[in-house]
């Protein structure tokens, strides 16, 4: 067992949407990479060190979590001891520690989702960050992260069907600011799954800015994830898109890159 450092409390980061397929995974992944390549300065010594992730997947299917797997390995526990009263045993694997979600997520009640806070509360002297992927429902994997979340950000892909849930995310994130989790930070909604050439998604991001540019992340800077092959190609070896050894991977990881930036500069990362 790690011995407990005396530090600054963990910045918790939950990616989150009630539809799946619009890059929610994508960017957790991603987000989780970028958060281990930063270092920070030690409580104890006063040094600098690598930094400590920890990423959760609340996810029933374990696919998008795969690619840090073959990185980091498992976790000793996996996501549900999250939804437990019960203290397990915490260990820092490295510059990441997965804990995977799997089928037995879908078994997890409502009562059940009020332990996540105190959980997230135990592990945080351990971590500088925790990236949480939940799952397209609204359901406790979804609702009890946000409980426990510093920032959310919401992927959306710029589809009719999509779009649709808009509102009943932001009233989701919204309530839950209200009701439970004053401090909880909305970075916005982020167009991921872009095709450049659509006019009906340009249509679509258009209708976004103007119904709720309040809610778009960092809209002035117009960011968003496209299209890309080389996305699930990185993914598929590994390794975070800016690392994927391929010139057709260069303006994938441009737009990548400049998504991190943002998220660290509204987290004040």
């Not at 407990?4 to 619009?22: A, C, L, Y």
């Not at 950000?153 to 649709?164: K, V």
Request: glycine share 6%.
């Amino acid at each position: 067992m790690t011995t407990m450092p005396k530090k600054r409390r963990m910045i918790v980061f939950v990616v989150s949407n009630q539809k799946g397929g619009v890059g929610k995974t994508t960017t957790a992944v991603h987000k989780t990479f970028d958060f281990a390549r930063k270092t920070v300065i030690d409580y104890d010594t006063g040094e600098e060190r690598d930094a400590r992730v920890a990423c959760i997947s609340s996810e029933i299917q374990r696919n998008g979590i795969k690619t840090l797997e073959k990185n980091f390995g498992l976790a000793n526990v996996n996501a549900s001891v999250f939804y437990s009263p019960d203290e397990f045993e915490i260990v820092v694997n490295g510059p990441v520690t997965v804990y995977a979600g799997g089928p037995f997520m879908a078994d997890i009640d409502r009562n059940q989702g009020r332990h996540f806070k105190d959980q997230i509360d135990r592990i945080s002297p351990y971590f500088d960050y925790c990236v949480i992927d939940t799952p397209p429902s609204a359901g406790v994997l979804q609702v009890a992260p946000l409980t426990a979340a510093d920032y959310v950000l919401c992927p959306l892909e710029l589809e009719d069907f999509s779009m649709e849930g808009v509102v009943d995310m932001l009233k989701t994130i919204l309530g839950i600011k209200q009701r439970y989790n004053p401090g909880l930070n909305f970075l916005g909604i982020l167009p991921c799954r872009v095709l450049n050439t659509s006019l009906r998604q340009k249509k679509a991001l258009e209708s976004l800015l103007t119904r709720y540019p309040q809610y778009v992340f960092a809209a002035a800077d117009a960011p968003k994830m496209s299209v890309r092959q080389a996305i699930p190609e990185a993914l598929s070896e590994g390794v975070p898109v800016w690392d994927l050894k391929k010139s057709s991977a260069r303006e994938a990881a441009d737009e990548m890159l400049h998504i991190m930036a943002l998220l660290d500069q509204k987290m004040g990362v």
